[in-house]
C-alpha cells in the first residue's frame, strides 16, 4: 500500500526556535496533502490542507502565520512551526492523498516537545 | 458542523472476548467512514473504510458496519488478543476529503 513518512520522529526545542517537519508519500503522488494536531488524549485536529503548487487552506483557529505550510512538490509537504513555545508541545500528523476521493494514508507522526 | 462521539472512552478486557466498539456522528451526509489503530506514541494505521452506500466491511477479526441514517457505526472485534490492544479511532469524511475524528476508544485486552 501507499506509504507515507514523516522526518523527524520527535523533536525537542527551546521555546522561540523554529521547527520543520516533513511530510512525504513515498510511492505515489500527493495531490494534497494534510496536516493534524493530536494534544493527549484528545481528537486528531484538522490544521491545513494543502494542495501542490498552491497556498495552504487553514482550519479556523489556527494561525497561518504561525504553522507555515509549503507543498512545494507532489510528493513533499513541510510544516514549520515558528516561534514555538510549549503550548505548541503536541503530536503532528500529516496525511496525503492522491486525488479527489481517494483514501488518505498517514504518517506515523511527529512528537514535538517545546521547552 | 460534523461531531463524532466513541463511546466508550476506554474498555478493558480478558483475552478471548468478543467486543464492540460505537462511533456516532451527527451529520448523516457522509461520504465515507474509516476505523483506525493508533498505539500510543505512533501514527495511524487504517484498519476498515465503509463507503456511504455500504453497510459494512470485514477484515480478519474485526466487522464494522455502517448504518448512515441513524448515523452510527460500530467496529466489532472477535477473540481479542493482547496485540489488539491500541486506542481505535473513528472518522468520518463529510465529502470534503477532510476527517473529522472521534476521541478514540482506549482498549486493553490482558492474558
Known amino acids: 500500500g501507499a506509504v507515507v513518512s514523516q522526518h523527524p520522529s520527535w523533536v525537542i526545542c527551546k521555546s522561540g526556535t523554529s521547527v520543520k517537519i516533513e511530510c512525504r508519500s513515498l510511492d505515489f503522488q500527493a495531490t494534497t496533502m494534510f496536516w493534524y494536531r493530536q494534544f493527549p488524549k484528545q481528537s486528531l485536529m484538522l490544521m491545513a490542507t494543502s494542495?501542490?503548487?498552491?497556498?495552504?487552506?487553514?482550519?479556523?483557529?489556527?494561525?497561518?502565520?504561525?504553522?507555515?505550510?509549503?507543498?512545494?512538490?507532489?510528493?513533499?509537504?513541510?510544516?514549520?512551526?515558528t516561534s514555538a513555545h510549549p503550548e505548541d508541545s503536541s503530536f503532528y500528523i500529516c496525511s496525503a492523498r492522491g486525488g479527489q476521493g481517494d483514501t488518505q494514508y498517514f504518517g506515523p507522526g511527529t512528537r514535538l516537545t517545546v521547552l | 458542523k460534523q461531531e463524532?462521539?466513541?463511546?466508550?472512552?476506554?474498555?478493558?478486557?480478558?483475552?478471548?472476548?468478543?467486543?464492540?466498539?460505537?462511533c456516532s456522528f451527527t451529520d448523516s451526509a457522509i461520504y465515507n467512514l474509516q476505523w483506525f489503530r493508533?498505539?500510543?506514541?505512533?501514527?495511524l494505521t487504517s484498519l476498515l473504510l465503509?463507503?456511504?452506500?455500504?453497510?459494512?466491511?470485514?477484515?480478519?477479526?474485526?466487522?464494522?458496519?455502517?448504518?448512515?441514517?441513524?448515523?452510527?457505526?460500530?467496529?466489532?472485534?472477535?477473540?481479542?488478543?493482547?496485540?489488539?490492544?491500541?486506542?481505535?479511532?473513528?472518522?468520518?469524511?463529510?465529502?470534503?476529503?477532510?476527517?473529522?475524528?472521534?476521541?478514540?476508544?482506549?482498549?486493553?485486552?490482558?492474558?
Open chain 2, 50 to 111: 465503509i463507503q456511504s452506500s455500504q453497510r459494512e466491511q470485514t477484515s480478519g477479526r474485526l466487522n464494522a458496519s455502517l448504518d448512515k441514517s441513524s448515523g452510527r457505526s460500530t467496529l466489532y472485534i472477535a477473540a481479542s488478543q493482547p496485540g489488539d490492544s491500541a486506542t481505535y479511532l473513528c472518522a468520518v469524511d463529510s465529502g470534503y476529503s477532510t476527517l473529522t475524528f472521534g476521541k478514540g476508544t482506549m482498549l486493553l485486552v490482558s492474558p
Open chain 1, 51 to 81: 494542495n501542490e503548487g498552491s497556498k495552504a487552506t487553514y482550519e479556523q483557529g489556527v494561525e497561518k502565520d504561525k504553522f507555515l505550510i509549503n507543498h512545494a512538490s507532489l510528493t513533499l509537504s513541510t510544516l514549520t512551526v
Open chain 2, 38 to 43: 493508533q498505539d500510543p506514541g505512533k501514527g
Open chain 2, 4 to 22: 463524532v462521539t466513541q463511546i466508550p472512552a476506554a474498555l478493558s478486557v480478558p483475552e478471548g472476548e468478543n467486543l464492540v466498539l460505537n
